[in-house]
């Protein structure tokens, strides 16, 4: 190494551990993305909205065939599955067939700093009774759960400003509307469920995120599953959900003040889909479901990174578990030096992954002859997933790293769920720690709709 080097590396580290000694290790993690990606050097691919195609604004979510959230919350007694592996729920996916699963040697960890929940700001992590426990045995082996920090930007990022809070029309919305007497009608996995509106929209909310949110948060949370639900309904189609058996009397009383209001677009109910936690930004529809739908574009969300416990998951896996579940899921054998098999090519909505390479190949043709292309949601959503159907990947926002040394990949995941829509978690963070109320949470996430 020459001389110039060596003082370009010491004079990093130096500006590093200046930067660590004034501000802590959380300053470090703070602020804009996509310093918080290992490849900040990969194309980021952005939609030109502008060119696009006029008619894909008509797509809606029947004609997308999408689910509102990813999975059914767990921890919740009326769940089927409880005290055991909780099958994942179909979660968003167009054209994923049923696929025989493979065992997977897992150890997943909580991050230290940048996604710990707060003792005065319990956010709800969906998935923490499903997979952090103390050990994990599989056909294999077992192992022990362990504590790690999320990778530290190679570049200091900066400060992260808060999010200014939309400016949103405060006229009083009547209350007394006919959604006090409405009744709905909801597609569950055990089969259609008809009740009134309050009690439908009630239990949704108590699954989805509970009575510990911020009130402000349940409010939204309860707009955004009714205007769903009538979006479905408009059409002629039933939405899918899942309930609460019983909504807590803190659940029903908030739902009711907001009963009956909805999100509209164009003078129609918006397709208003939701998921646990973004990544910094949320997703936009066209590149997860393929059509642009104006309200459900790329919206960014740095407050995640402080607050959001799903924020920096790391989640492991052996060269083995890798190359049998694309085997069996792609029927492509991975040979050769594993650090080379899994290439991310670029980055979608600025932090998801977009295309990729998987053993040099960039798609594979499933059981029925259709060609896939291979993307950070067909790895998460086809590909890695374990024994009960689970999704190993939280969201398609990740990094991926391999230690030759100790012969494992890791994965950085940041997120959870699909990313369209409002983020749950978000909703909470907003009205907690940025004053935000429902309305303008809803115009945060779901921009260029109307509240009515």
Known sequence: MTNSSLFRCAAALLVLSAYIWLFGFAGVIDGDMPPAFADEGL?????????????????SATGLNIDPANLPKP??????????NLPAFQEDFNGIEHIDTVPFELTE???????QNEPDNPILDIDDTLIITTTTTTTTSTTTTTTTSPPVPEILPEIIEPP????????????????????LTVNTRHGNVTDSALNIIARIVQLEIGSSF??????????AAYTYIMHFESQGGTANAELMSVASDLVTDTVREVLGQALYHDGNFAASVYHASSAGYTSSSSNVWGGDIPYL?????????EHDSNYGRVVSFTPTDIRLAVLE??????????????????RVDTVYV?????????????????EINFTGRTLRDMILIDTSGTRMLRSAAFDIAYDSGADRFTFTTYGYGHGVGMSQNGANILARHHGFDYRQILAFYYPGTTLQ
Not at 75 to 84: N, Q, T
Not at 164 to 183: C, E, G, I, K, M
Not at 297 to 305: A, L, N
Not at 332 to 346: A, C
């Open 214 to 223: 911020h009130v402000e948060a349940i409010k939204a949370q309860a707009v």
């Open 354 to 370: 977009g295309a990729m390479s998987v053993g040099g190949h960039s798609s594979f043709t499933n059981r029925e002859g259709r």
């Open 329 to 346: 899921r792609t029927g492509i054998n991975l040979t050769g030096d594993p650090s080379q098999w899994l290439q991310i090519q670029n």
């Open 43 to 59: 194309e980021v691919v952005r939609p030109d909205y502008e060119t696009e195609d006029p008619s894909d604004n008509l797509l």
């Open 109 to 115: 960890q909580l991050p230290v700093t940048g996604g």
């Open 164 to 183: 200014t809070p939309p400016v949103v029309d405060n006229t009083p919305v009547n209350n007394d509307s006919p959604a006090l007497t409405q009744r």
């Open 75 to 84: 921890g919740f007694a009326d769940l089927p599955g409880m005290g055991g």
């Open 297 to 305: 574009r790329s919206v960014q969300t740095s407050f995640d990174i």
